[in-house]
């Protein structure tokens, strides 16, 4: 039996977790001297009042080895022969590193540690996938090609509703400089091999997400989509940007779907993505 383990950065509906039976390894949110586990200690309400309350941008921190191993052993335990291990890409977070370490602690064990170089509904997408494989019958090898696929293949561009975030976060790569010349303009923050980066600046909020739109058209034209809007705190922008999505673009599975805490400390409340990849 192949089973499913991932970390909370993956952003899926949740019913799908639970229809799956797939496991979620919790990311580290410490605002000042206090740490939670994001989805078990730290859900979205509370995340986001704390922030108005303290006045402070927490920080993450990947899962430790030690907890790797813990629910490595347990699924394990739980009758699993292969354990699948997707995450969000490892030149963003430790995590796919940790989950390495762990898998390299557990030799008995038949560990395959997947780097999607995704993160949000993109890691979302892959687990999917993977899980209706799983249920198809196809083996370990069959799947890893598959999304190996899917990896070369998804498209992920972002526009936050502030640089605030982003230029106090250590995890943006590439963006550091460029964010520092924008001042008011809306930058298109595109992902590509596992990093973020400016592709594009616009001077509204409304051309901004009209912009995800149209590189989303520019990818793939009328062929056949898995599309997925992300959102931090903004349902309405996000909810009508699904509805243009579907009323222009070729889409087969598509839904809404809120950011995980982890993602939006870095991204902050109003940021709103779409992703997509050919199916």
């Given at each position: 039996m192949i089973k499913i383990v991932t970390d909370s950065t993956c952003d899926l509906p949740i019913h799908l977790f639970q229809q799956y039976d797939i496991t979620v390894v919790p990311i580290n949110i410490q605002f000042?001297?206090?740490t939670y586990q994001e989805g078990?200690?730290?859900?979205?309400?509370?995340?986001?009042?704390?922030?108005?309350?303290?006045?402070?941008?927490?920080?993450?921190?990947?899962?430790?080895?030690?907890?790797?191993?813990?629910?490595?052993?347990?699924?394990?335990a739980e009758g699993a022969t292969s354990i699948l291990s997707l995450h969000l890409t490892s030149k963003?977070?430790?995590?796919?590193?940790?989950?390495?370490?762990?898998?390299?602690?557990?030799p008995e064990l038949d560990i395959h540690v997947f780097d999607t170089l995704s993160l949000s509904a993109g890691l979302g997408f892959s687990v999917l996938e993977a899980a209706r494989a799983i249920e198809a019958g196809k083996s370990v090898d069959e799947i890893l090609q598959r999304l190996e696929i899917i990896r070369d293949n998804l498209r992920i561009f972002l526009t936050p509703a502030t640089l605030k975030y982003l230029q106090m976060s250590g995890r943006v790569g590439k963006l550091?400089?460029?964010?520092?010349?924008?001042?008011?303009?809306k930058p298109i923050i595109v992902v590509e091999d596992g990093l973020l980066d400016v592709t594009e600046r616009v001077r509204t909020r409304r051309k901004a997400l009209e912009r995800l739109l149209e590189l989303t058209e520019e990818a793939h034209g009328k062929d056949p989509i898995n599309l997925a809007v992300v959102h931090a705190e903004t349902p309405d922008e996000a909810q009508d940007l699904m509805e243009r999505a579907r009323a222009r673009l070729n889409c087969v599975e598509s839904f809404v779907e809120d950011l995980a805490t982890s993602l939006a400390v870095h991204?902050?409340?109003?940021i709103i993505g779409v992703i997509s990849y050919k199916v």
């Open positions: 000042g001297t206090e078990i200690t730290m859900d979205r309400p509370t995340f986001y009042r704390k922030i108005e309350e303290m006045g402070i941008i927490p920080t993450t921190s990947q899962p430790s080895a030690g907890q790797f191993v813990e629910v490595y052993r347990r699924v394990a963003r977070s430790g995590t796919y590193q940790s989950a390495e370490l762990a898998r390299s602690m557990l550091s400089g460029a964010l520092a010349s924008l001042l008011n303009v991204g902050g409340p109003g």
